[in-house]
């Protein structure tokens, strides 16, 4: 069965570091773009960053600079690593798998890990 499990989330003054990890059974890892959104309460969930399944990194605009997406294909594992943290980084963080073959499109979502930035 495909699962995604986060971990890594917690309370961090503000200029903090935290890095979320989230890893995948049930799936061929290495197939996926694998992807983080957020998202706070009463708000959308947006994405963060991804990684495409050759490595390629793409970046929301807010994040730019202090976060870093990256993956460890043997450990099923991608991680996120979180500098020069904001409150307004305040949020649920999600973990993605999305795999289109043909046709069919398969996205896979874990359960969050709560981040609060806060003095």
């Known amino acids: 069965q495909e699962q995604l499990v986060e971990s890594g989330g917690g309370l961090v003054q503000p200029g903090g570091s935290l890095r979320l990890s989230c890893a995948a059974s049930?799936?061929?890892?290495?197939?996926?773009?694998m992807g983080w959104y957020r998202q706070a309460p009463g708000s959308q969930r947006d994405t963060v960053a991804n990684?495409?399944?050759?490595?390629?990194?793409n970046y929301a605009d807010s994040v730019k600079g202090r976060f870093t997406i990256s993956r460890d294909n043997a450990k099923n594992t991608v991680y996120l690593q979180m500098n020069s943290l904001k409150p307004e980084d305040t949020a649920g963080y999600y973990c993605?798998?999305?795999?289109?073959?043909?046709?069919?499109?398969?996205?896979?979502w874990g359960q969050g890990t709560q981040v609060t930035v806060s003095s």
């Open positions: 993605n798998a999305r795999r289109v073959l043909g046709r069919y499109e398969f996205d896979y």
């Open positions: 990684i495409t399944s050759d490595g390629i990194t």
């Open positions: 049930g799936i061929i890892f290495r197939f996926y773009t």
